[in-house]
């Protein structure tokens, strides 16, 4: 019985480790070795997961800038570049397609332009508001710029898995077709959820002070995720993978604005 019970848990954490890991190689750049079976059917579900990685990576990146004396200006523009470099730009991708065809009045063409591997003049302009949106608000984040980008990069994940979950998928294929066949919902909207929230409530043990802050980036965070995907569904009835890649995008942009507000308020 005991082989068989640690047979049976030693699967259960090689599967663990393989749909991770696939998440991983999913969502960023980060090197997988080769030799490493992944399964990508269930990747969505990690996809908070991946974001508190991604944005602990950057909040490492930053701090050791910070150490060598940057300037915060340099510091955040070399932040946001380092984001894309590490995603891959697989989301900002996403922003581009989409703005190019909400751009389109016929509501029936939009879905046709968004195909379009050519980006246009509003997908550009659309990028380059939403990176001048992160940088120059990473700029004015001087307290707790850690947790700004964590809480961004979690939140932007967990709102393209509500995105997901609850609304239609417009295209018969896709890239983001397989998401939504493999959702399970509300378990993975759920998981999501309970991780952001529990990370945050961990933090609030170790530096109780940070209670107000948590507070207001959490709430932030997850209406700006809700809102997001909703506005998107309002647009277009529905959802595609580049949708789903704006609605992570936006989300970051939009929760390190709003940050603006709240952090310089409690630090003083």
Known sequence: MRWFSDRLLSSWVLRFWRRGAAAVAFYTCLPIPSEWAVDFQNVARWAP???LLIGGLLSLSDAALQKLGMPVLTRSALVVISWIILTG???LDGVMDTADGLAVQDRPRRLQVMQDSATGAFGAMAAIALLLLKTSALCDLHHHRWLALMAAAGWGRW?????IAYYPYLKP???GAFHKQAIRVPQDVLLGLFLLLGLSGLQVLLEAQTL???????????ALALLTGAWFHWQLG???GDTYGAVVEWTEAL???LLTLGFPLVAA
């Open 212 to 222: 107000p802050i948590v507070l207001a980036t959490d709430s932030a965070g997850c």
């Open 49 to 51: 997961t991946v974001g």
């Open 255 to 257: 929760l390190l604005c």
């Open 89 to 91: 730009g697989l989301h």
């Open 238 to 240: 529905g959802h595609t």
């Open 173 to 175: 294929t896709g890239k």
């Open 159 to 163: 709102g393209q898995v509500v995105a």
